[in-house]
């Protein structure tokens, strides 16, 4: 099946710095990439979507300007959390879509990467 | 009322146990419907796609979509200690999954 990676897994800093996050699609061509954020036993909040060469959409209440996202390639996508603080401590999960011809195509989703802000 | 409803557990079981997790949903549009599990600090895993209604089996898993009622079912059969789990509906109109808050599922020896 088609994998997803994310780099880092796990990465500790400290307030105020910032954070970038990749996400790659190893064997597949990835159109769009959405990224989540997800606490403790919670589920998986979509924070936004990004296609390949074009802007970011983000869902409501998440801040662009806080949590940049870029789609350079069809095959690699990253997140950077700016000016991070504790609160922004969280799970940041990618998924990649391999677009399956006008339906709904498969996500797949990378291993998540943990970020703990001191 | 959020859009998909999931109880988040936990739900413990014997080992050889049938499992039954499920999720309801108010959104009518809503066309395709997976579950995934997902494994303490990893992503989801894609076990079960569902376009529309009806039942699909892959091995000792098998997803029910009833449209009518709005709910969807996961059964796990001969449930193992592995299938220990948070299991995760999300369900879709077009791309973009909505997800339910997830189930943890725990297979006692």
């Known amino acids: 099946g088609a994998v997803v990676s994310q780099h880092p897994s796990w990465v500790i800093c400290k307030s105020g710095t910032s954070v970038k996050i990749e996400c790659r699609s190893l064997d597949f061509q990835a159109t769009t990439m959405f990224w989540y954020r997800q606490f403790p036993k919670q589920s998986l909040m979509l924070m936004a979507t990004?296609?390949?060469?074009?802007?970011?959409?983000?869902e409501q209440g998440v801040e662009k300007d806080k949590f940049l996202i870029n789609h350079a390639s069809l095959t690699l996508s990253t997140l950077t959390v700016t000016s991070a603080h504790p609160e922004d401590s969280s799970f940041y999960i990618c998924?990649?879509?391999?677009?399956?011809?006008?339906?709904?195509?498969?996500?797949?989703f990378g291993p998540g990467t943990r970020l703990t802000v001191l | 009322q959020k859009e998909v409803e999931q109880d988040p557990g936990p739900l413990s079981v014997p080992e050889g146990a049938i499992v039954s997790l499920n999720c309801t949903y108010s959104n009518s549009a809503f066309q395709y419907f997976m579950w995934y599990r997902q494994y303490s600090r990893k992503g989801p895993e894609l076990l079960m796609y569902?376009?529309s209604s009806g039942n699909k089996e892959d091995g000792r898993f098998t997803a029910q979509v009833d449209k009518s009622s709005k709910y969807i079912s996961l059964f796990i059969r001969d449930s193992q200690p592995s299938d220990s789990a948070t299991y995760l509906c999300a369900m879709s109109a077009d791309y973009q999954l909505i997800w339910g808050a997830g189930t943890k599922l725990i297979i006692k020896p």
């Open positions: 569902t376009y």
């Open positions: 998924s990649a879509r391999e677009d399956a011809g006008g339906g709904m195509g498969e996500q797949f």
């Open positions: 990004s296609n390949e060469g074009s802007k970011a959409t983000y």
